[in-house]
């Protein structure tokens, strides 16, 4: 269960990815055209933030119960900020992940309270972008370096 579970934490990231581009694409064809906000600009950002926290309840299984032992090594302590591989997943995954997650739930949270519609879509547009540029710089990508480090 747990190795599917991680295959499905795996697959996410490209939703998330996915529903983040878009949403933040939407915003600025929105402010650029002048638009006024749309049901499906609002459900574009919702599913983003849905797939985002579907990913945050997925990490957190994971975190206390995945084959890493991220919260094991966290224990730990002095060895596991040693060794880059055990830190990323003990301490820079996931407090990177919660930090994009929350400025998600902000810029939504904002652009729902805003009355002006082009404000609506500011709100979408900087948290969103700001989280997703967190969010893919920490994946654990296949072509990093190291695990968190690009050079
Ligand atoms: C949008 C948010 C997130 C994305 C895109 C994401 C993406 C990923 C990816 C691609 C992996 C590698 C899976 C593999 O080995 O094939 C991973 C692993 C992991 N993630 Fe996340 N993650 C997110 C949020 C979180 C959060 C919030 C936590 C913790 C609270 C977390 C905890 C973990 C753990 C513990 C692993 C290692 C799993 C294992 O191999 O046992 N993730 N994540």
Do not use: C
């Amino acid at each position: 269960m747990i190795t599917g579970l991680t295959h499905l934490h795996s697959s996410f990231r490209y939703v998330v990815l996915l529903l983040l581009v878009l949403a933040i694409i939407d915003a600025v064809i929105s402010i650029a055209g002048d638009k006024t906000y749309r049901k499906q600009s609002k459900m574009l950002a919702l599913f983003a933030l849905i797939f985002s926290h579907i990913q945050l309840l997925m990490g957190s299984v994971l975190y206390f119960l995945g084959n890493r032992g991220a919260f094991a090594s966290l224990l730990e302590g002095a060895s596991t900020m040693s060794n880059p591989e055990a830190r990323f997943f003990a301490v820079e995954h996931m407090l990177a992940m919660i930090v994009a997650i929350a400025l998600i739930t902000v810029g939504y949270s904002r652009s729902k309270k805003q009355e002006v519609d082009k404000k609506k879509y500011a709100s979408i547009l900087m948290f969103y972008s700001i989280a997703l540029l967190l969010i893919f710089v920490m994946i654990p990508w296949p072509f990093m370096k190291d695990f968190g480090r690009w050079f």
